[in-house]
């Protein structure tokens, strides 16, 4: 059959020429956001796979590579999702009960086609998906739009089903208070499907679908989660030099999903993307987490992680890149009250807008390498610190924060410690402080409250130079 690409905005689905078109050809969807891009190029630069199946279409995604890769999927996979999910009485009740849903998700999605637009199709329940609707009782949606409702103060709905990023248990906590909103999870991918799902204000761990069949691959101290599935899909097409290449997986084989996690009785507990996970302090950490974390402290802005490698090339450290209002040192100074070291990033850098994919996605690539380079920079100014001879014993603490600050300090505030122990900013400190006292500061000298205050940074070198009279 002849494939036939298709720029799918929600009107395609609605007006039926999705359901039209698998009568006829095979359709390879396409977001509309991508058209005019580099990624339309990419589609129309070589012929477009060809199929031996009726009713079989494609979804073209590029994840954060920026390359196109279109996964098919055969009617009867999705078939089995549709009836799986439409046969639970929980998801019946969730829906009917709802009358109509707000699908705040492009359709042209795996998530959006089945909860948005299939699902609701089978059971009978109409939905709208106009930016400016009222309805409040059931969203098919994403953690970052509800973020953007709740500080927004926009009224909330009743209930949500969510999927992407794992779901952050604050922000989940934060709905039920405001306005008792009820969270659905689903996990999975465009490859697999549904995996499995949770409420993740009452469950930490994700509960497998009883279809799926897994298997954990040993890591470190995780594991790898792999699966078989009969929502699974066995053909991709990756765009490569010479075109489109087909990649097939053999039907009793077991697909590699890339996340990383636990596994007990319990559930599946996600960690993160397997090559999102980086050793930080000592400990393994998922960048995909601390954004998770973060999303749910309800700050204003974007907030993306990416890793960060140190000067000397010995393992990697945490990077931060914030749109948000807030200062460096004052995010610093929430992430360290709400997250565990390991979690805490070692530099924040600020901009007015998050690089962008040609398909709206962050490009963490060109983030990672501006993050990585204002690291280089602090670094190398943290080097050239330790020749500063321009403090002496005559140079008041006054003088030697407005230096590193540049404004006049308040006796209870001291934003240089907000920054952390670790920063350029208190390494300058501390070297200017030992300029000043001509003698050096003991490692747990600088551990103790003087060092979190103005006026306690006074009172320390006052009973400094007193007891080295």
Same mark, same amino acid.
């Given at each position: ?42 589609? #129309? #630069? ?5 199929? #031996? ?15 196109? !890769?279109?996964?098919? !999927? ?32 492009? *359709?042209?999605?795996?998530?959006? *086609? ?43 709905? !009743? ?54 069949? #897994? ?68 400990k393994r950490v998922s960048l995909d987490r601390i954004e998770s974390e973060i999303l749910g402290l309800s700050l204003e802005g974007e907030f993306l992680c990416v890793p960060v490698t140190d000067s000397f ?101 001291? *934003? ?54």
């Open positions: 059959m002849t494939s036939v690409l298709r720029f799918a905005d929600n009107e395609y689905f609605l007006s039926g020429n999705f359901e039209s078109d698998l009568t006829s050809q095979n359709p390879i969807l396409v977001d509309p956001l991508w058209k005019g891009t580099k990624l339309e190029e990419h589609l #129309t #630069t070589f012929s477009l796979p060809s199929f #031996t199946t009726s009713k079989a279409f494609c979804l073209v995604t590029s994840g954060s590579t920026g390359l196109p !890769k279109m996964v098919s !999927k055969h009617w009867n996979e999705i078939e089995q999702e549709i009836f799986y999910w439409a046969n639970l009485a929980e998801i019946q009740a969730l829906y009917q009960n709802a009358g109509k849903i707000h699908v705040q998700v492009p *359709l042209c999605h795996l998530y959006g *086609l089945l909860w948005g637009y299939l699902i609701p199709k089978r059971l009978g329940v109409s939905i709208d998906c106009e930016p400016s609707s009222e309805n409040k009782k059931l969203w098919i949606t994403s953690a970052p739009k509800l973020q953007s409702t709740l500080s927004s103060g926009k009224p909330l709905p !009743k209930s949500a089903v969510v999927s992407g990023m794992k779901f952050p248990v604050p922000l989940s906590r934060s709905l039920r208070d405001m306005g008792g909103v009820s969270v659905l999870e689903i996990y999975g991918s465009t490859e697999t499907g549904g995996i499995g799902y949770r409420d993740p204000l009452r469950q930490n761990r994700f509960q497998i679908l009883p279809a799926v069949q #897994t298997k954990f691959t040993s890591g470190s101290e995780e594991t790898e989660l792999l699966i078989q599935s009969p929502f699974l899909s066995h053909e991709t097409f990756l765009l490569e030099k010479e075109g489109w290449t087909k990649h097939s997986l053999p039907s009793n084989t077991y697909y590699a999903t890339g996340d990383s996690g636990n596994w007990s009785e319990l559930g599946w507990y996600l960690l993160g993307r397997k090559d999102r996970i980086i050793k930080h302090n000592g090339g010995f393992g990697e450290t945490i990077g931060l890149f914030s749109t948000g209002p807030l200062s460096g040192a004052e995010i610093l100074k929430i992430l360290r009250k709400e997250l565990p070291d390991s979690h805490v990033p070692r530099i924040v850098l600020k901009n007015d807008s998050i690089p962008k994919l040609p398909n709206g996605k962050p490009d963490y690539p060109t983030i990672t390498k501006l993050c990585n380079e204002e690291y280089r920079l602090l670094q190398n100014r943290k080097s050239n610190l330790k020749t500063t001879r321009s403090i002496d014993s005559h140079s008041s603490v006054t003088e030697i924060l407005e230096s590193i600050l540049g404004i006049q300090p308040e006796d209870n505030k001291h *934003l240089v410690y907000d920054y952390g122990m670790d920063s350029i900013q208190y390494t300058e400190l501390i070297l200017k402080l030992e300029n000043k006292i001509k003698h050096k500061i003991p490692d747990e000298d600088k551990q103790t409250s003087y060092f979190a205050s103005f006026s306690g940074i006074k009172e320390y070198i006052q009973e400094k130079l007193y007891l080295l009279k």
